[in-house]
């Protein structure tokens, strides 16, 4: 039986996250707090925390705040100050190869490339989100009628993929080939970049506020709807013309984050009301792994090893799953 082992938290959870395979959880209010042999806490921002992401050696939590700050924090509770950006919000943040990380202020996209230099790109709408490619150096930018993709490194103009409405968060599939945006009305939008072919994907009945890539990026899980809708990635034109998957569907309350198993098609999936289940892909297999609470489950992260989740909550209800109990 999995068994809970709850962190009662002040503030909303932005980020649960396993650092140096150490539970992380990055709060609204500022606050980052570790399970570390004991719980322990760092004051990481002045005025409220607005986005957290691990990096891609998942050592170092990276954070950005209302005080114009980038944060990358170690599981031993050191803080390194990436960048200062002024009075400016620092409202979205991703990880990128080598140590790069890339947040956004605004309408402008900043990146700090692997030997601390600074580029940063101007947008003529806010940048909503940030996602860097698996493969090299580059960056794309969700922001209102589409997305841009950046070489930071490298002169040259960027490459514009329009569609009307306001993208707000956006992820590459796992081997570059798809790049995928949440919009603020209730759908995805996806493009196959090797030709910019467009991908559909709507009758959402809330805002998609989590995505999942499964093990291979063979399928993108989504919040938004009463399950978990997951879509099928196999083929060379993604989901066009195939139906998702529909997981863990409950009558009376929305998935609102998912979060595929490192290495197994299996993926968790948190709900409004709390709880958190954990379904197979093959048979649709359901395993309970926490009774509802008191918030909707904001945030989930598997450690390297696919046995424990961490997860946050709207409430501050947080905690680590131990699948195998």
Known sequence: ?????????????????????VPHFALADGTVHRLDYGHKHIDAHEGGLLCAAANQTRDRLLTGGEDGKVLALGADGASETLAEIGRKWV????????????????????????????????????AEGL???????????????????????????????????????ITFSPDGNF????????????????????????????????LSWGPKGKWLASSGAPAAIVWPFQAKDGPMGKAPLELGTRGDTMATAVAFHPTEEILAIGYGDGMVMAVRVADAKEVLLRRPGKGAITSMDWDREGRRIAFGSQTGECGVIDVAG
Not at 185 to 191: K, P, Q, R
């Open 91 to 126: 409202s979205a943040i991703a990880a990128g190869p080598r140590g790069a990380v890339a947040f956004a202020t605004g309408r402008t996209a900043h990146v700090r490339l692997p030997d601390g230099t600074m580029k940063s790109f101007d947008h003529a709408r806010t």
């Open 131 to 169: 996602a860097f490619a698996p493969k090299g150096m580059r960056i794309a930018v969700a922001r209102y009628n589409g997305a841009t993709l950046h070489f930071p490194a490298a002169a040259g103009k960027p490459t514009e993929l329009e569609w009307a409405g306001a993208h707000i968060g």
């Open 1 to 21: 039986m999995p068994t809970v082992a709850p962190l009662d938290l002040s503030a909303h959870c932005i980020t649960a996250a396993f650092i140096s395979d």
């Open 179 to 210: 790049l995928v945006t949440a919009m603020q009305e209730n759908a995805l939008h996806g493009w196959k970049l090797a030709d910019g072919k467009h991908m559909r994907m709507a009758g959402y009945p809330a805002k998609v506020k989590s």
